[in-house]
């Protein structure tokens, strides 16, 4: 196992809804990534965080947003969730300057 | 043109075939260049990293040739523990950059 947790592991939301993910990095890396991946398709990157500022953003929508604690873990929230965002939501932790990164299992979001 | 670009599959082989997997990226400047495995329902984890010279894990090689950007991953002597998506994976930069991910190309084995 990766040592990377997250919670919840499933999760079912109505459309305009607010969620918060939860991610719990390996012990010793400062870096978390959060990807977006919905069913059939590869995980696709939503921002990362490195001592506790946004480091880097993809092609996500502003009602996307995070936060990295002292401790390295990360919150993923998403508001005015859409059917479209039901999809498996991976946090994956890593040290800054290396390249491999370590997934948690994933919440799986539905929303109806 | 999608920046990672696999064959979907689904690759349905016997036990003990060979099976080689195939990847292109669009971006020349793509740095660093994976492998994950991903089993149905479950995270994706590094299979292997993929370097110039190629690479070899016991039954698994990859090879990567940056002329034509392209990536590939042979399984020999297949095992019915095989059987998952296997994720073509690009970083734009050195470092801890953001993964592109390929969608995929799913391996069931066979018995």
């Known amino acids: 196992e990766t040592g990377v947790t997250q919670s919840p592991t499933h999760l079912i939301k109505t459309r305009g809804q607010q969620v918060t993910l939860r991610c719990s990095s390996q012990s010793g890396h400062n870096t978390v990534s959060w990807y977006q991946q919905a069913l059939g398709q590869g995980p696709q990157f939503i921002f990362q965080y490195y001592r506790e500022e946004e480091n880097g953003r993809g092609n996500f929508p502003p009602r996307f947003s995070g936060l990295q604690f002292p401790n390295y873990s990360s919150e993923l929230n998403v508001n005015a969730l859409e059917l479209d965002d039901s999809a498996l939501y991976l946090c994956?932790?890593?040290?800054?300057?290396?390249?491999?990164?370590?997934f948690g299992p994933g919440t799986r979001l539905l929303v109806l | 043109r999608k920046e990672v670009e696999q064959d979907p599959g689904p690759f349905n082989v016997p036990e003990g075939a060979t099976v080689a997997f195939n990847c292109t990226y669009s971006n020349s400047a793509s740095q660093s260049f994976f492998w994950y495995r991903q089993d149905c329902r479950k995270e994706p984890k590094l299979l292997m990293s993929?370097?110039?010279s190629g690479n070899e894990d016991g039954r698994f090689t990859a090879q990567l040739n940056r002329a034509s950007q392209y990536i590939s991953l042979l399984i020999r002597d297949s095992k019915l523990s095989d059987s998952a998506t296997y994720l073509c994976?690009?970083?734009?930069?050195?470092?801890?950059?953001?993964?592109?991910f390929g969608k995929g190309t799913r391996l069931s084995v066979i018995a």
């Open positions: 993929v370097y110039s």
């Open positions: 994956a932790s890593s040290l800054v300057a290396e390249e491999t990164q370590y």
């Open positions: 994976v690009v970083n734009m930069r050195r470092g801890n950059t953001p993964l592109v």
